[in-house]
């Protein structure tokens, strides 16, 4: 049956029939004791300065939370790596809601167990949980690694991960050289991405340690020739192919440590496998040999780069998600610098066709106000490509902004990059609130353009400002991440979905005087 | 109050006859297992709309959860706000309960809601905070209810948690009020949330027939409502699972009658319809009733022809839980598919039975979760079509499987007999779309012969 013969109304439709409109009304009557006349000012009031003000000074509760919590991030880590299954200790509500978490973002199941603690284990410690987990998981799931990650529960009853995984050794439940990970990731400290960091160290300290191989770092020879390359918490599978693109341009041998594009980006073949692509577990060790680290997410992998620096003794190039033209620059420099070799010309004619691009649009973008809703480090990107096309960051939030990078707090690096440019000179950087907060500021101090993840939806949405969906989670639209927003063709990207929303609205804003074709 | 302990729901009985099996089954470590108790305790109360819900925990349990459920709201969206503690190292050593209290300070006088719930979660139950004490100063100091709900994740599954929540209904909310005099009093439904609008299908049916609604519980339910859900006349339990303890708890307190059933599928829809007509005890309304249903099946009989034909001897497994699990298959009998597998794992006893008395002797039942065992038995059986829910959708889409969403995240209404025609036509659309044709044949260059014959 090719068309719709049936006339069933949907509940948008139904409700705008005169007797729902009136039921509603007649419903009116227990939901609040107050008058519409009441409603309206409340509405109003909700909107203003004053009330802003209170929002601001609100200390004890979140009110529509932009963070997830540690062990998210520590089960999309350990999904970069070949044949690795998290492995959650807890009880099993926290993993149901990572894997519909990351599954509902991108479109594709994630393979995760937990140990499913109850009370009991809440009273005599989460051991048997853990042994017993580790044997059915592996059984079941045939991993060739486990990373495992606490959450609160067993953090508060204070579980000791190494011991446990050393008595489920001892009583051959695995062997001795099976390996297995693990990072303590409590919900009650850090976030998503500070969870997504214990776990890459985690791993790649504990794959480099049982090999036993010294680091060398830039010794050249067999092992030494590669770079690692570090994306972070990386809600798009794009901006990796985007990363292996621009170091097959500069024909470098290369190590992404962590890339779970594969596993959230494979093909319909009609076979479903539970692992896909992956780091190779034996690279990890080898990596300690490397020409040196780029990291794409300083303020995310902030233990990893200490760990990389440190016991690996490496050269370490950190910056924040290279969006726009200059952040992109800045990649290619570190590239350059790490491997010693020039930037390609491919990359050079691409960056002029994408200035281009942003030159045909900028009577568009010039003086549009933004309010930016992110983490850190996408949003020292988003700012950076904001200020060089002329549009001006206004608010800007960062829940988990709360983290520093040798010493620099995210926060007093965005304001001194905003206050490098005119552009910049009107915004205020917000760590440590929430998007109810956001909301106060867009009701109070409207501008052109929200771009968040779809969380934001309901505060744009109430302050009639549109929303680009950029950033971590993307629920509510299809194939966002699958569109590179790194490098100079995630330039190009961000840039059509920014002016062409913006085209929309006026268009959508048009009744006729300014209704035109051409644009 | 301790968090109630799953044993002791275990030797409680449920519904009329007690069940054999333990109730809500323990997850196994190391296997893929769904949502816990908190989660199940907030599937049964976020859908009362107008009310504040309040997590009392570290960020993990809102942050990774607010707002990603579709129960629909036809008024107020206060339940949308993601509310949390937020609660961070140093309120783990130093407690908690400050935070709370001024939290719920801060809701009460910033948004006025009738009522806060608020959630105990794993690690607020582990530090041991009195919760209850908190809330019930809090309640004496704002003037309204605030009502604690002790289901952290760690009790058990989400079943459980439903009905840790029917629980803190029965202990704080049903019977404190009264309904206006000249409220029509009729049938709470019990364990529907409306899920894409479901809920409103079911009351507009409910209404042709001159049924009223005295409370919703919970779906697009306001908070007042269920405070004299006492005086129904009637409790239609439509989540067996779920909140059956809450009904009997209402027979026995309030002398209400109860029944199990379900909406999905024409005929338990139209056996539902005349339960209640039944149980109201009114003849009048039993003979609309009879009418009603009466025009209804035999205008979506007619409805359904095209569909019949495309769908007959179409093959189906279904993956899901609680009542669904063998009331949909009812739905799908209609429609002339045949279930060659379904899922049990969550089911009762009772449940079990239910299926058993609808489908034939070649079912096979899926005990167990795990994404490679429903695959194994849509290939062993030959399936066309998987109906399951949103964390096995895009399993299925790996495997090339068509496939319906049936849980909490689905858009589409099934209830009533309009359902069962957006069924249909799902069902047809699912398996007709071009895509399946597409993805199963190679590449043109991968295909045997001659280039000019491909
Ligand atoms: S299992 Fe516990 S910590 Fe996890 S989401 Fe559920 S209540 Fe929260």
Redesign the interface.
Known sequence: ??K???N?K??TS??KEER?VQQ?EN????????SEQETAE?LAYSKSAEYME?NFN????????H???Q??GSVMAALGFEKTLP?VH????????????L??HF???T?????????D??VFGGMN??I???????A?YKPEMVAICT???AE??GDDLNSFIGNARIKGVISEEYPVAYCNT????G?HITGYDAMIKGIISYLYTRSGIESKPGSGAESGEKLNVLLGFEPYTGNFAEMRKILGAFDTQYTLLGDHSGNYD?P?????EYYYGGTKLEDVPQAANALGTLSLQKYTLKKTQEYISGTWNQQITALSTPLGIKGTDKLLEAVSELTGLPVPASLSEERGRVVDALMDSHPYLHGKRVALVGDPDLLIGLIGFCLETGMEPVHIICSNGDVDYNEVKFKDEAEALLASSPYGSEAAVHVGKDL?HMRSLLLNDSVDLAIGSS?LK?AAKDAEVPLVRIGFPI?DRHHMHRYPIIGYQGTLNLLSLIVNTILQQLDDNNSGFNFELVR | MDPVRQDEFDSEACGSIAPKAKPCPRPKPGEAAGGCSFDGAQITLLPIMDAAHLVHGPIACAGNSWESRGTLSSGPSLSQYGFATDLTDSDIIFGGEKKLKESIDYIAGRFAPPAIFVYSTCVTALTGEDMDAVCKTAAERIGIPVIPVNSPGFVGSKNLGNRLAGDALLQYVIGTGEPEPGTPLGVNLIGEYNIAGEMWDIEKLMNSAGISVTSRITGDARYKEITWAHRAKVNMVVCSRALLGLAREMESRYGIPYFEGSFYGAKETTYSLRQMAYLMNDREMERRVDRLTEREEARLSQDLRPYRKLLKGKRAVLYTGGVKSWSVISALKELGVQVVGVGTNKSTEDDVRRIADRVGDDTEYIPEGGASRILKTVKERKADIMIAGGRNMYVAMKEQIPFIDINQERHKAYAGYEGVLRLAKELTYSLANPVWKLAASPAPWDREGPAYER
């Open positions: 049956m090719s719709d013969e049936l069933i949907d509940n139904l409700f729902y509603r419903k009116k009557q227990f939901e609040a004791p107050c409340a209170k609100r200390q004890n509760v979140v009110i529509n939370p963070k997830a919590c062990p998210l492995f807890g009880s099993q509500g926290c993993n149901a809601y990572f894997r519909s978490h599954s509902r479109k594709e199941p393979p995760s167990v937990s140990t499913s603690m109850t009370e284990a809440a949980n853990l017993d987990g580790l044997e059915n998981s592996v079941l959450t609160c529960m508060v009853i409590p919900s009650f400290v976030s494979s319909a073949t009609g076979e479903y109810w969380h309901f629920f």
